[in-house]
């Protein structure tokens, strides 16, 4: 199969503009899972491994904004200044797969598979991140909670590349927790992102439905109470967060663990945040 290879990102705009059905490659830790399956026999592959302008992430203190780059693999975000703005983000690279899998897997991959299990996800969504694509048309930017319309399914056109993702810097605790069959190398089997931002309490939670689930009515419950919470009140918290969630049963687990697991890993993540040292 002809592999186009563009080496700006004004080439792989215009390559994707003349190719629409072209599969575009990343890292491929899914891509190529797929084709060594069969379930994608690509006709084109646009990789991106040599566009530069995917690669970097700023963070900008006079907007106290966070920009990282589609191709930026998970690796980077792990450990430095990148982690220290973005620590949820942080956490949940540190769970995805192996260290091959992280040096090779990117934040733009997460977001073109779309997988209501994307580790990233459920802190782009805490983060009201915004999803940054290109093609020959200009320029779009949009909410994630707009990006992500299924499971496996966004709101990208064929002939755009996402070229970013940008958040605010983190202003308040955060933490990203997930459960899945064993402790490393596993897909989540439910997950969730606090972050508490100095402009609210922000709750998101993955592998629970078709989507990334922002759970409004827990993070009101915590609104307005500052200051270190109760098991009463983590409860609620978590049983709020189940209330939100809509999981189905599947090969990875059962609905009602599903809807335990994240009654469980909110409220743990609330007591954590809010946990005097
Ligand atoms: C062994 C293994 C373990 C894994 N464990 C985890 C895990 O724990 N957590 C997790 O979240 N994921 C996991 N994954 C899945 C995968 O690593 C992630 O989804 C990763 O983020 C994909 O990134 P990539 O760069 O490899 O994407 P690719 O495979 O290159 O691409 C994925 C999809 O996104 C599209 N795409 C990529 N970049 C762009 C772009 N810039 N513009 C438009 N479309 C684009 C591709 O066309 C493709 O459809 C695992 C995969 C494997 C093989």
Partial sequence: MPVLIPRSLDVAVEMASSHPDAHILAG?????????????????????????ELRGWTIDAATRTVHIGSAVPFSEMEHGALSEALPALAEAARTVGSPQIRAAGTIGGNLGTCSPAGDSLPVLAAMEATVHLRSTSGERAMPFAEFMTGPKRNARRGDEIITGVSMPIADGWQGYAKVGVRNAMVISVASACLALQ???????????????????????????????VDAALAAEFGRLAAAASSPIDDHRSTAAYRRHAVSVLAGRLLQRGTARP
């Fill in 28 to 52: 491929g830790t899914d891509l190529m899972v797929e084709v060594n399956f069969n379930h994608r026999k690509p006709e084109t592959v646009l990789a991106l491994r040599h566009v530069d």
């Fill in 198 to 228: 100095s402009t609210g309490p922000r709750l998101a939670l993955g592998s629970v439905g078709p989507v990334i689930i922002r759970c409004h009515d827990a993070e009101a419950l915590v609104a307005d109470r500052p200051g270190a």
